[in-house]
């Protein structure tokens, strides 16, 4: 029966329920595929409900994190290459929670956008469900937001986050003392922080996202900075348990400058050996366009170091070996040392 007015709909408004119901559809195959131990709903509920003595945890203490990614969404809108940064979302999360010693166990996504294209939060929800997958943790739900007037067309804006847990006493970092030593696990480029500078630099240097990459001229220069964050949490979850791992800092905003000390105790700085690695080839090319100083690279990007692992030095072999055999490079950076902050020796730049 009708009431006989005409007023308008909400898909007038320009939010499109359907759209989001065929999206829920299109997606419940990738988060069904990250599923694990202690996993006891899949998408469409209320809530995501898991199981932690399913898991395997007898006295576990819960560890949370949040993250995005960043301005670097700014080069996928606007070269349509959408399909890794899902991956990077994951990444931002899962290996700060293993810097605390947490084992991730589940991932939750937050898409928002001024009109929902089905096909592009398909590939951006895929590659979340390919990070959680790779680092082991499931993709239990999520919100994906169509707000009209918030953002330009084509735009959209991504939050992700991710619970683990660890067994009662056995967080990180612990027991750090003078004379351990750090390992570095190279990046896989520029990882998710500093992209402001970076399209900065790519401006200034008047190449656009399409160009040849100076330095890997059969690829777009957009698709290489596209580049996904590396994921770190099987190699260090397989250390860990190993008893190789005392901390571990994983190089985000603040680079190497602002965030080795973090898992330092009060006392104790880092030494680190600039010479034990070349810069790779993208920051040389920032740092040379840019004119940034070795000292501004630093505490702006990871600079080719993607996780710092500190370990006893009478397991430091045993650490490299383990690490290289899960397939990580391993850079012998340096030591711990009394004082504070990181201490430099060599040269980058």
């Known amino acids: 029966m009708s009431d006989g007015k005409n007023g308008l709909t909400y898909a007038e408004a320009g939010v499109d329920i ?3 119901n065929a999206l829920v559809d299109r997606i419940k195959p990738a988060a069904k595929s990250t599923t694990r131990s202690g996993v006891m709903s899949g998408l469409g509920g209320f809530g995501g409900l898991f199981d932690l003595k ?8 819960l560890v949370a ?8 969404l700014r080069i996928a809108i606007d070269t349509g290459h959408v399909d890794h940064v899902g991956i990077d979302l994951v990444a931002m999360c899962v290996n700060d929670l293993i810097c605390q010693g947490a084992e991730p166990l589940f991932f939750l996504d937050y898409f928002a956008t001024g009109k929902l294209s089905v096909d592009q939060a398909a590939r951006i929800v895929e590659g979340i469900a390919a990070g959680c997958r790779a680092s082991g943790c499931a993709l239990i739900g999520g919100e994906t937001a169509e707000m009209p007037g918030m953002y330009p067309d084509g735009d959209f804006d991504l939050a992700g986050f ?3 847990a660890l067994e009662r006493g056995s967080d990180l970092p612990r027991d750090i003392f003078q004379g351990d030593v750090l390992l570095g696990l190279a990046s896989d480029g520029v990882h998710s922080n500093g992209y402001s500078l970076v399209r900065r630099v790519v401006e200034l240097s008047g190449l656009g996202w399409e160009a040849p990459c100076p330095w890997q001229a059969d690829t777009p220069l957009g698709q290489v900075l596209l580049t996904p964050t590396r994921l770190y949490v099987r190699a260090a979850l397989e250390a860990l348990r190993a008893g190789h791992v005392k901390g571990l800092a994983h190089i985000t905003g603040g680079g190497l400058t602002e965030n080795v000390p973090r898992m330092l105790p009060k006392g104790l700085g880092a030494q680190i050996d600039l010479d034990a690695w070349s810069l790779p080839a993208v920051f040389a090319w920032i740092a040379g366009q840019g004119g940034l100083a070795q000292s501004e690279l630093l505490k702006t990007f990871n600079a080719g ?9 009478d397991r430091a072999d045993a650490a490299r070996d383990l690490f290289t055999a899960a397939g990580e490079e391993v850079i012998m950076l340096g030591h711990v040392v009394a004082g504070d902050g990181v201490q430099y020796s060599g040269k980058l730049l």
């Open 18 to 20: 359907d759209a989001g």
């Open 305 to 313: 170091i993607g996780m710092v692992v500190a370990v006893p030095a």
């Open 162 to 164: 991710a619970v683990g």
């Open 54 to 61: 399913a898991a395997g945890y007898r006295d576990p203490i």
């Open 65 to 72: 994190a949040t993250d995005g990614v960043g301005t670097k």
